[in-house]
């Protein structure tokens, strides 16, 4: 008998016969978030997409093992600044292999991005240095995700997502 609480949580699927005949809406709805997301986010930060591009990739990098434990501790959920160790520096190469950047574009951008001091420099490589704490950019983070919220009902409202309930231990397991 199993004698952990448990709590419903709700979970947001796509699969294929939700899609069935609903592509061009789905298409839709995807490309204008990412319209959106782009123009506020450069808006934010001044940079074009390129830039925007080589900016996220390095923000997701420098933080993606972190943020891929099992267990996350809560300094990483909020708005604390985090020490350097928890940023791993990301090489010019990786760069352009995760974005398909040319190298030299990505050198000199790179090189832009730490002179305007959204990311710094690292004998490793670059990483990005807690850009939580830029509230022109913590405002445009807001405004994506209310999008994304506005969007996820859009196809929920349509039938291309369906909600399930799914009981989940208290303790996460």
């Known amino acids: ?10 979970r947001v699927r796509m ?7 609903k592509h061009r809406l789905a298409a839709f709805h995807a490309g204008n978030h990412f319209i959106i997301e782009s ?9 074009d997409p390129v830039m925007l591009l080589i900016l996220s990739t390095i923000a997701v990098g420098s933080v993606q093992r972190t943020m891929r434990a099992g267990s996350l501790e809560d300094r990483f959920k909020g708005m604390e600044p985090l020490s350097v160790a928890d940023f791993r520096p990301m090489s010019r190469r990786l760069i352009a292999q995760a974005t398909g950047l040319p190298r030299e574009t990505v050198r000199r951008r790179v ?3 730490v002179e305007m001091g ?3 420099e690292d004998g490793r490589g670059v990483r990005s240095n807690n850009l939580v704490s830029n509230p022109r950019l913590m405002g445009a983070l807001e405004q994506v995700l209310k999008h994304q919220v506005l969007i996820t009902n859009a196809l929920i409202a349509e039938g291309v997502f369906r909600v399930e309930q799914s009981p989940t231990s ?4």
């Open 15 to 21: 699969t294929p016969e939700t899609l069935d005949g």
């Open 118 to 120: 959204f990311i710094e």
């Open 111 to 113: 090189a832009q991005l």
């Open 39 to 47: 123009r506020l986010l450069s808006d934010a930060t001044g940079l």
């Open 1 to 10: 008998m199993n004698s952990e609480p448990t709590v419903n949580t709700s």
């Open 170 to 173: 208290c303790f996460g397991k």
